[in-house]
């Protein structure tokens, strides 16, 4: 490079605090939802059940990687928020393997609740994310001219 040149280093991290509490709340309400349905999933449809586990899991792994600026968390957060929100539909349009007891149940409140809490975390996520970074705020770094 030319000492005119000048470098951009990318951490990953990102600075968008309103992105991320109101992402991180989402994420949470995702996660309590899910665990106030375990017991009932696990007794109808074990498999769902080893799945809100796993989403659970997923939620707070998210929730650190975005208290830690780390822009993974959106990534994370919002393909778990779209997987499951797409999961309700099937769940209540086809059905799922071994759970057809909900076809048609478009008006659960738990399942409203979380169908609006993920579609807030697809939308905060999607538009963290696509918003261009600005280096003087996401902790990237100029290299000095040489």
């Not at 709340?25 to 109808?44: P, Q």
């Not at 778990?80 to 059905?95: D, K, P």
């Amino acid at each position: 490079m030319s000492s005119a040149a000048t470098m951009v280093r990318r951490t990953g991290r990102t600075s968008r605090p309103i992105f991320e509490a109101l992402t991180i709340v989402g994420l949470i309400g995702i996660a309590w939802i899910h665990l106030l349905d375990l017991a009932g999933k696990m007794e109808e449809t074990p498999y769902l059940g080893w799945a809100y586990i796993g989403l659970i899991a997923g939620c707070a792994v998210a929730v650190v990687l975005l208290a830690r600026r780390d822009h993974r968390g959106f990534v994370l957060g919002g393909g778990l928020a779209a997987a499951t929100f797409a999961a309700y539909v099937l769940s209540r349009t086809t059905g799922l393997p071994a759970a057809t007891s909900d076809i048609g149940n478009w008006t659960e409140t738990l399942g409203v609740l979380s169908l609006i809490a993920e579609g807030a975390v697809v939308v905060l996520s999607a538009a963290a994310l696509s918003r261009r970074p600005d280096p003087s705020r996401t902790g990237a770094t100029q290299a000095i001219r040489g």
